[in-house]
Each structure stands twice: as C-alpha cells, then as structure tokens.
C-alpha cells in the first residue's frame, strides 16, 4: 500500500496536467496542442532545440556527474571506451555503438566486410565536418570535436524535419492556404493585416472543408466521408484537425527516438531528407488569393437579408457560401460563365518530382530502407490504375487551384497577364474593362479558347500513361541504385578476389545477396530471428510502438472509412449482389490503400518485426509521418484516456532512459 501512494499520486497529477493543457475547453487559458498547431515555425524550431538540448544536457549529467554522485567504481560507468579510438575523448557520450563504425568508415574507409551494413553518406559527412574542424579551421577542432559538430547537424535536422512534418500534417488536413498563412518563420507586423488574411484564409479553409477538398495526392481523403453542413460542425472538424495537427507536432518533440536525433546516426538526416521529398510530393496549387478573397465576402453580398437577420450565435445554421468554385470565378469575371475550356496535358515529371527523387536517394545513401519510399513514387499511378473513384477524387482536390488560376488569368487578362497578388475588386475592374472592350450589341458569345494545363495527373485519363510509368519504372531504378552500388563494392572488393577463376562465372549476380548475407551473419539478422526467449526484453521494447500504431490504425483511420462506407451503401444493399468483382474489390480496398504514409508506416512496421533487429523499431518508423498522424489523432481526440497517457509516458520515459543508458555505452534501441 505504501508504494501504491506515490505511484496512484504520479498518475493523477498526470491526469491533471493533461486534463489542464491539452483538454478541449479545460478552462485554462492555454492549450498546448492549439498552440503547436498554430504557433511560428520558428517557436516550433526552438521547442524541438530545446528538448535535444536538454536531452544532450541530461546525456552529459548521467556520463560526467552521476558517477561521481553515485562514487561508481574508476569514476565511471564505462566499461568500453571504443568510441574515443577515432576522436578525442570529448564529447564522447554521442559516439557509440553505430557511431563507433562511422567514424571508423570516415577515417578508413570500408576495411571490413561486416562494416557495409552502414551506408556511406553519415561517414562522408563526418568526413567533411573532420576537414574542415580540423584542417580548413584548426581553430574549431580546439574549441569543441568533431563529434560535437556533428550532433549541432544532427540537432538542426531534427528541428526541420519537425517543422516539415507539421507543414505536412497542415497540408493533408486543411490545405495549401493553411500552410501559406500558418507556416511562417515569424508572425506579420500588422495586427490589422494579419487579421485580414487570417479571415480570407480561414474562408478558403472552410470551403475546402464543405466539399471535401482536403488531402493530397499521397493521402486521399475519404471520398464516402459525411461532410460538415452547419456552422458549429465546420468549426468543430476545423479545430480538430488543427488539435490532431499540433498533437503531431508534440508528439515528434518527445519522440522515443530523441537520443537517436542528436547522437551520430542517421535518424535526423534521413527524416529531413525523406520528409523534404514527401513534401515534395504532397504539394499542390492553392486558390488564387482572389479567388479566397472573395469567398470570405460571399455570404455578406450574395445573401445580405440572411446574412443581416442570421445571429452570430446560431452555430446550428446551414453554412452560407458558394455552392462550388464556379460560383465564386462566375462573380468575379462579371456573371459570365464563357470561361476557356481548361485542357489537362499530361506531364511526364515536374521539377518537384525530380527534387523528390533527388532527396530520396540521397536517403539512401543513408539508409538501407530508403528504397522503400520508391511506393510514395508509384502510389499515384496505382491509384489510377485500380482506384478511379479515389482518383478521381484526388485529382478535384489537388488540380482546383490550378484550374481556377488558369480560368482567372484567361478571362480577366486579355494579353494573358498573370498578376500575382490581385485583390477581388481589383479582378472585377479589370473583367468590366475587359467586357467594355468587346463591340456592342453582340447577342452571342465569343467562341471559347482552350486553356492548356500541366499536371502529373489527367482527370480525363482512366489509365496512366505508358510513359508516365515508364518514367515512374526509371525513377524506382535510380532510387535503388546506391544499394546497388554499397552491394557491388562489396561484392567486387571481399567476394571476387577470395574465389578462383573458375568459381567466378558460377556467382551471376550473386552480388545482390552481399548485404542480406551480411546483415545474418555478423548481426544475426534474419527472418523472425529476433524472437527468442534470450531476446525476449529486446522484443518488449518493440511492444508499444506497435501495439499503439495497430490500436490507433483501427480506430482512427480503419473503423471512420468502414463506416462511412456502411452508410453510403446501405440504400443500395439490393442491389449488392450484381456489382462486378472489381467494384467489390476497390470498395474494400479503399479503406486500406487511400494514404500511402499509413500503407508505408504498416510496411515498415512489419519489416521490423518480422526481419529485423526488434528493438529498432522504434527508431526504425520515426521518419514516418502517419506515425504522428494517428497517435496524434489519439491523442487530440482523447487527451485524458488511459492510452493517450501510456503513449505520452511511454514517448517521455523511452527518451529519459534512452539518454542515460546510451551515453554510457550500455544496450537501448
């Protein structure tokens, strides 16, 4: 009983906190998940610096002063100084385990076949800090080791990759307005100018939010989702998201990973740089700021009398806006709908893409696992392929910014000039000069000029085409190529020269096993090797993050399309029984298949725990984004369960423990 005080003490002052900064109207003045899912990208970048901070702070007490505290034997708890043979012994705390093979591969280069499990790109970076600490700028190598610079990037990546993840969070949920008006390095000076643009982008998020135009071409919203109607539902589905937005964002402050972002591994270079390229992907065209603009007068000049006798306070009331985006061009070119036909070309690669597919295999010259991300390449051909109704979707989503620009530009520009930054009533002079200048008394219209409009993905194609994917095939083999490269060096250098010359044609391409054979014999990896009784500790460890990630799967993404998928087909049960197969088969697979980060969070999952090391798993999905997705939906939806308080206690405790026992070079994840 006296034990259970303390323990019973702890959980209800966590409640309490919990209750205090992250329930919806708690009566506190201050919310923390609204504020991480609004505040600067700056105030975000120095949240995530200070926790890295204090970690490393924390790192430096349990190496330095704990064993002094605690009078361990030789004042130190180390019983393997490996780490201070290849830098000196300060900062020596952010140099273990896989930190050890790096600086051994940066000084040397690979001398050892077991060492090409690691990829090239940290060991040449830490290269590149030695020479210059060292031999560019003596100075620096005096004041702090090369291992100090090294954790400074590895710290900065982990800031940016947080502020990407929340600048992609923002764009899956609420859209590329959002991002434009929230994501910014420091707030506007005006108080009266950022009022104004807070009103106008609040309008573009609210119509996206009416008629389902949220998501992007990597993460489909559910197309069979029921859609807000009433004023008091939008504000509700508005402030969910942003809660779910900055329980992400928390969420990768207190990573279980964290001792990984600032020690020398590749965590926080591969999250930035994979982050970056998914990024990349995702984007897509706002409205043009004419266009917002004049959805957030709507309601005050199309329906003055309901605007006039409406009470503010009826939240119950039908929302009053433009019933689609023709509405809103039709009012600013003058009533006229003769608009250009828009014709979509298809595009066989953008510059975004390339940029992505850039960022991905420097990726892989980190990570092994990088090629996995070659599905993030492919997810929008495949879509296309087996889901139209999904791509459909996706394409009136991410191509009515760019529709709706084209239109704009083409009707009220005669010389097709394209003026950034117009206001609403700047458009509408300009489409009455641009009418006053047609001849009068012309009873029919002029005939409609085409409009021609670039996107990677055609709404008019049902397939892809054949050399979209032929450049998507090319892609997936660039990606691949610095494995390929890691497992030919290997090959050539430890396989070719200890076989004859007569056991040399019968390898073919033998050099592709290189790093598999690796990995099982001299880190014991293989398929469910990791499950033993020895190891059993090791697979605990594993426990949470996928028991969370599967318990958060169903409830927040799995169980809300299952039943929206019951009620939209519930009118139609009789006809059940005639649908053709393949109609079965994409109903059912919606559900699964309609985000690609969650698609590629479960593979990743199951890869660690099926064939790999089992307590890496952790580490392993960190640079996932639907990761802080669903958790995050957990935990903004229900801030005080018990499984919102095991998934912070369990995010704040790996980080502590993970701290202490990897700067004294004892085993973690």
Known sequence: MSSAGPLRAVGGLARRLAATTLEVYSGSPFNLLDYLGSCTDAALFGWIALTRLSLLLLMWFSRTAAPLLFRAPGRSFIFDTGEELYDDARFAMVRQWDGVHMFFIAHYGYLYENQLVFFPGLPALIRGVAYVTQTAVPMLHKLAPVALYVCVVNVVASC?????????????????????????WRRRSRASSSSSV????????RYRLLHGLTGTSLDAADPQATLPTTTKAVRTELRRRRRVIGAAALLWIFTPSMVFTVAVYTESLFALTTMLGVYCLAWYEPLPWAVQERMAGWPSTTSATTSATRRPEDEDAVVVGPASLDDVLSDLTGGSRNWPTVVWKQVLITPAETAALLLFTL??????????????????????????????AQCRTTL??????????????????????????????????????SPPNTSTPRARKAVVCRALSCPQRRLPH?????VILLECVVLFLPYLAINYLGYHRFVTHARGASEQPQTGLAFLEFYPTLQKRYWNVSFLSAYTFTNLPNVVLALPVAVLVAMCTHT???SPAWEARAGATAPNARSANVTSFGSRFCAAALPWIRSSNVVHLLALLALALAAMHVQVTNRFVMASPALYYLLGAQLAERPTSFLSQLMLMWSILWSIIGGILFANHLPWT
Do not use: M
């Open 466 to 470: 054949p050399l979209r994917a032929l």
């Open 556 to 558: 927040w993404y799995l």
């Open 363 to 392: 990726a892989a010259t980190l990570r092994s696992n990088a090629f996995t991300y070659a599905g993030f390449l492919a997810f929008p051909v495949v879509v296309q392929l087996i889901l139209p109704e999904l791509y459909a």
């Open 160 to 184: 940016l990759a947080g502020v990407l993840l929340r600048r992609l969070a923002i764009l899956t949920f609420l859209g590329p307005e959002a991002v434009l008006h929230t994501c910014r």
């Open 198 to 205: 807070t009103r106008v982008t609040e309008a573009a998020i």
């Open 400 to 437: 009515t910014g760019q529709r709706a620009k084209a239109i704009l530009s083409a009707a009220t520009a005669p010389a097709n000039e394209d003026l950034p930054g117009q206001t609403s009533s700047q458009v509408a002079e300009q489409a009455q000069r641009s009418s006053a200048r």
